[in-house]
DNA sequence: TATATTATTTAACACTGTTAATTTGTAAGA
DNA sequence: TCTTACAAATTAACAGTGTTAAATAATATA
């Protein structure tokens, strides 16, 4: 039946437009002031629809981070390092993720902050085996596996090592989004420094 | 006149009376579900009457992030370090401050977390300078300082070495309370490997 | 005791997410 | 083409939120 699959066609249509409006407020006036009747006199339809496409707000909110930080995991994974050592590539990848992520600091903040499970699942990264599910762990062990491939380190250890590098990093692009207003030449210092020293020191097994 | 006195009392009599029930439902409730309806519940009186102790909703909650965050910085800045070599002291203290931001996840996300400048004028330690007025990144630059007192670095690059330790640090504490229900033998890997290893390597200056 | 001041309450406004019941629109079968 | 079935969309309502203005109760001052 080519109904069904234009019903279906329809419906998904429906949805990209409940979608799009919700990011447009989000990025008009930010997650708290996002609201379904805000949503609904956008796409001039009533409220109540959304939830014949949406379980609840939540899911909307969900669906909103998931694209915003697929969007951050794609320039971090798919970086074009130009550095041919591993320390090189570590730096590029930090530098990359920094920037990327300050400069969605909204997505980057909710779906890094987001206690939902659905959310969590994808954001987690602290487990171990992460680096086989998660790509920028995968990648950073790997890295890490590198620059530690003179001494002896175990590929536990380089999980743990791309974890704490992964936290650091958080906790900076974390900070800086908060602490907005930071100036200009003491925020880039901080990042030079976290870049091109700290995020190399962690990476050093011994 | 003693009346304007006891005036004044009463006023903070009824100030805590309202902070404390806030903080009993943030307790049991968490933040989220705080409000102003059910403070004037607990408290056994009409809901606008806090208006006339509080302007609005969100300096009960900057009370509340404000005893919080003062209770974790104390925590950190009075630590009874055992160890008398820099890197022991540096260790204890890291380790102080993950156990204490972790037994208080909710007050120590909220209180780092708040964009409300009221708020940020207590949290915010990435500005130059930040050594002389945070007493956290003070302790934090006098420590890497000793750690280097062989090779030179100089006062500047001590605080910027420490503000990548707090947000190193900060950055760990966050991702462990949002991804909660990690495997406790991992998470005490983590943590361990972060205090013993990663701190130290960041604190050194060369 | 009357007046002024302060504490407290009542009622209401403008929002929020969400549900049930109802109406409108559309496709399929007789 | 008319009726039946189903999906889409709306209306009305509930229960909750923060907050304000106006009215009332309580208390201190003169």
Redesign the pocket.
């Known amino acids: 039946?080519a109904?069904q699959e234009r019903?279906e066609r329809?419906?998904e249509e429906?949805k990209e437009k409940i979608l799009s409006a919700a990011s447009a407020i989000v990025r008009e006036e930010g997650y708290e002031n996002?609201?379904?009747?805000?949503i609904?006199n956008k796409i001039?339809?009533?409220?109540?629809?959304?939830?014949?496409y949406f379980?609840?707000?939540?899911e909307i909110i969900y669906y909103l981070m998931q694209r915003g930080y697929r969007k951050i995991v794609q320039a971090i994974t798919c970086a074009n390092s130009t550095s041919d050592t591993p320390e090189g590539h570590l730096k590029d990848m930090t530098r990359n993720y920094i920037d990327v992520a300050l400069k969605m600091p909204d997505e980057y903040m909710s779906a890094q902050l987001s206690k939902s499970p659905k959310v969590i699942k994808h954001t987690s990264m602290l487990y171990k085996g992460a680096s086989e599910n998660k790509p920028i762990i995968g990648a950073l062990q790997q890295c890490v596996k590198q620059i530690n491939k003179d001494i002896n380190v175990d590929d536990d250890k380089c999980e743990i090592i791309a974890q704490c590098i992964i936290v650091s990093t958080m906790g900076l692009v974390i900070k800086l989004i908060v602490e907005n207003g930071i100036d200009d030449e003491h925020r880039n210092r901080l990042i030079e420094h976290f870049v091109n020293e700290t995020v190399l020191k962690i990476a050093k097994g011994e």
Request: aromatic content about 8%.
């Open positions: 039946m109904l019903r329809e419906k429906m996002l609201s379904i009747r805000k609904a001039e339809y009533s409220p109540t629809i959304i939830y014949h379980v609840d707000k939540d």
